[in-house]
């Protein structure tokens, strides 16, 4: 019998930024979920809506799987599209043959939640604050024949160099790398997605991020004809749909792929306008992870669930930061918006932490 391995000391794995906004957040400004503010563009939604045709037939994945394989100048057999990148992480728990699986965190909690679930005992390589959260390959056991990493990571917004990912790579070993914001950094630096010369490298995109997709479940995962094969045995028939599909077939088009390099270097400048922001916070003990990287930024403040309540009294969700293997309650994560709206959250902060001062 299965027992409900997903909460394990005290961190709810599966809690997420839309349990912020599920019930009420029509009222509240969403500063707690990762998707990127004003998407999915406007000729997406005709692309996804001129899909509709075509629901009568069974989904036929070859032509967006063909586009994702030229985007990244690998075979087509490198290639497979999921429900998303979550469903790889169960694809991969269930699909490959695990003795000793490793999740490096803080990070997203998925991973560590479908090993669980799929029977696996999981060990944890905690990143230490002090360190500022960055990776030491020394620290992870020689012995873990699969090892996830996130890049940048959520929820610290480090961006790990590639170099020193490609360090954890051994005969023997899945490194699976979730790059799942890699398309919000600019120039996408730090990238592994199509390296063909990592040994047991496994790289995982999400197109619900930058897209705005997150109710359609569509991502990918670029590794090794052997790994994708195995991958693709553990997956239910038609996984993604003809929308998805359509969706996935439209972002890989050179446009797309132009519009989110656009869209990553704006992201950069509000990012850096919500940290300066944030800065001026320092003498109530608010400290931001510096440099942050991602589309999102993690912070550190007293009485931060205090402070997390108030916020959504003035109309602000953030997501707290407890649930994340490695953080406690003094931990939020902000996601990065246009500048009046960061300006808006900057005056409410200022009212939350007065209030929680009180």
């Known amino acids: 019998m299965r027992t409900d391995r997903t909460r394990t ?5 599966r809690h997420h930024g839309d349990a912020e906004v599920r019930d009420d957040g029509a009222r509240l400004t969403d500063l707690a979920v990762n998707v990127r503010a004003d998407t999915p563009p406007v000729w997406l939604r005709e692309r996804i809506a001129g899909s509709l045709t075509g629901l009568a037939a069974y989904p036929d994945g070859r032509a967006a799987r063909a586009a994702v394989a030229a985007r990244h100048e690998v075979p087509v057999e490198r290639v497979l599209l999921t429900a998303g990148a979550a469903e790889a992480f169960v694809l991969l728990a269930r699909g490959l043959t695990i003795r000793h699986p490793v999740v490096v965190h803080p990070q997203f909690t998925e991973p560590e939640a479908a090993l669980r679930d799929a029977g696996h005992t999981v060990d944890r390589v905690l990143l230490r604050e002090e360190d500022g959260f960055r990776l030491d390959p020394t620290v992870v056991p020689e012995d873990a024949d699969l090892v996830v ?3 940048p990571t959520n929820p610290t917004s480090v961006l790990h160099p590639a170099a020193t990912i490609a360090e954890l790579a051994r005969p023997g070993r899945t490194l699976v790398v979730d790059e799942a914001f890699l398309d919000a950094v600019p120039g996408e630096r730090e990238a592994l997605a199509g390296r063909t010369d990592v040994p047991g490298l496994v790289v995982l995109r999400s197109l619900t991020k930058t897209w705005g997709l997150a109710g359609l479940r569509i991502g990918y995962v670029l590794a090794s004809p052997e ?3 195995a991958l693709e045995r553990a997956q239910p028939l038609w996984p993604v749909s003809t929308p998805a599909l359509a969706a996935a077939l439209a ?3 050179p446009r797309a792929v132009a519009e989110a ?5 704006r992201v950069a400048t509000d990012r850096a306008h919500l940290v300066a922001g944030l800065r001026e916070f320092a003498s109530d003990g608010l400290r931001v992870v510096e440099p ?4 999102f930024v993690l912070v550190r403040l007293p009485k931060a669930a205090v402070v997390r309540r108030h916020l959504r009294d003035l109309g ?3 997501r707290r930061g407890d649930t994340f293997p490695g953080l406690g309650e003094e931990w939020l994560r902000l996601a990065v918006r246009d500048r009046a709206t960061v300006n808006s959250f900057l005056q409410a902060l200022d009212q939350a932490v007065t209030l929680a001062q009180h």
Do not use: K
């Open 292 to 295: 942050a990287q991602g589309p």
């Open 261 to 265: 390099a656009h869209a990553a270097h």
């Open 149 to 151: 990493v996130g890049n």
């Open 316 to 318: 602000f969700a953030v």
């Open 251 to 253: 972002c890989m088009e």
């Open 9 to 13: 000391e005290g961190h709810d794995l």
């Open 227 to 229: 790994t994708i094969a």
